[in-house]
T-cell receptor
């Protein structure tokens, strides 16, 4: 079992650009959550996808959007990048039937640097 | 809205000494509570979780945590720390029926010989 995988590992973009990050959940999981972890901070919930729909969203602007595919993999898109978007982006997968009570398995993250 | 406070940003302990990391949460009802560990360059690994029942929860790597409703706390403990325990530890709270999990700001643990 490969666990949760994320790509790319690192990414450098400039302000105003757009970026797409990808996540493949742990085998058997149907739910993907995305978190932003700024340097020295805890992860902050961006949104969660279940059955190809956004099920809940944290306090992030519409520049952050996502998608879930029929195979449960997911993408996080960020438009009009700002310097403040520089962070480690974590994907977590779980079984979606029990809300936040499900154990979430985290991927290693994608380090995004915006210049 | 739920929130989590980890009052200690950085803790240093000697190898073999006991460890307690503090976590306080704010939520009106009984929450789901978690402790995660993050090593440099790694994702988060779940150490233990509390949903209901016995308030003393055993986790992996010899860690345990105790849920104290009266103090709104969920402190993490280990009787004897190993050098490999050096990492950052995050307490998190979830709400029944909702998807969002809220993390604290983390406590960085340094282990000295």
């Amino acid at each position: 079992d490969a666990g949760v995988t994320q790509s790319p590992t690192h990414l450098i973009k400039t302000r105003g650009q757009q970026v797409t990050l990808r996540c493949s959940p742990k085998s058997g999981h149907d739910t993907v959550s995305w978190y932003q972890q700024a340097l020295g901070q805890g992860p902050q919930f961006i949104f969660q996808y279940y059955e190809e729909e956004e099920r809940q969203r944290g306090n992030f602007p519409d520049r952050f959007s996502g998608h879930q595919f029929p195979n449960y993999s997911s993408e996080l898109n960020v438009n009009a990048l700002l310097l403040g978007d520089s962070a480690l982006y974590l994907c977590a997968s779980s079984l979606g039937s029990r809300g936040s009570g499900d154990e979430q398995f985290f991927g290693p993250g994608t380090r995004l640097t915006v210049l | 809205a739920q929130s989590v406070t980890q009052p200690d940003i950085h803790i240093t302990v000697s190898e073999g000494a006991s460890l307690e990391l503090r976590c306080n949460y704010s939520y009106g009802a009984t929450p789901y509570l978690f402790w995660y560990v993050q090593s440099p360059g790694q994702g988060l690994q779940l150490l233990l979780k509390y949903f209901s029942g016995d308030t003393l929860v055993q986790g992996i790597k010899g860690f345990e945590a105790e849920f104290k409703r009266s103090q709104s706390s969920f402190n993490l403990r280990k009787p004897s720390v190993h050098w490999s325990d050096a990492a950052e530890y995050f307490c998190a709270v979830g709400v029944r029926g909702y998807q969002k999990v809220t993390f604290g700001t983390g406590t960085k643990l340094q282990v000295i010989p």
